[in-house]
């Protein structure tokens, strides 16, 4: 059968990853958690003290760092490496989301890694999910789809997640962050966070994770 690439963009913590994988799972799809990558990043300027306006640093620093994933046996997830060990853990904290907008940011840093994401879904066969998937890094994606939520939703749902690894954070401070997040995503110049022309628009505030999968699930037939 064709395989197609399938693009999650949205607003933070609309459920994008949750859904994307489910949906990869069913399809025998690849899933590639874009974010992470621009976590992975991020981590990695902070543990070598490299300023985020420090641009030559930080060209050298994508020359030398290698992100990449690897799937984990027991869960079956595939998680972040940073120079081949599993960062999975260290990148969801929240020091790392209060910076990494900034990181993701910057031109130089975005070509690196929409270069690696294109390479990485060139046989196509993924559920890639992300800021700028469907208007950047796969224009041509046979199933778009735009997630978004009420912001007080996605931080409880947060708050949870976070919690389930020890780290319980304040749902306000949340809020900020994403809020801070989505505008700093949406107002930069490069690739910012937009819906594709032809995505469509799935809110998920009062959906179960099942019901958004089925909503993706229905899409990839109707393209297939
Ligand atoms: O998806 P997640 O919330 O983990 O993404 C973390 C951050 O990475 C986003 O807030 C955004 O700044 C950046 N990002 C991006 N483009 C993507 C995916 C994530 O700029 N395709």
Redo the contacts with the bound molecule.
Sequence with gaps: MQKIVIAIDGY??CG?STTAKAVAAELGYAYID???M??GVTLYLLENGIAFDDLPRIEQALHEMQVSFKRNRQTGRNELCLDGKVREDEIRQMRISNS??EV?GLPLVRHAMVRQQQQMARRRGVVMD????GTTVFPDAEVKVFMTAEVLTRALRRQEELATKNEHVPVEDIVDNLQK?DH??STRTESPLRRASDAVLLDTTHMMIDEQVDFVLERVSAAL
């Design positions: 933070s913590s994008k874009t974010g992470a621009y976590r990494v907008s993701s992300g800021r700028d998937i997040r700093l995503d």
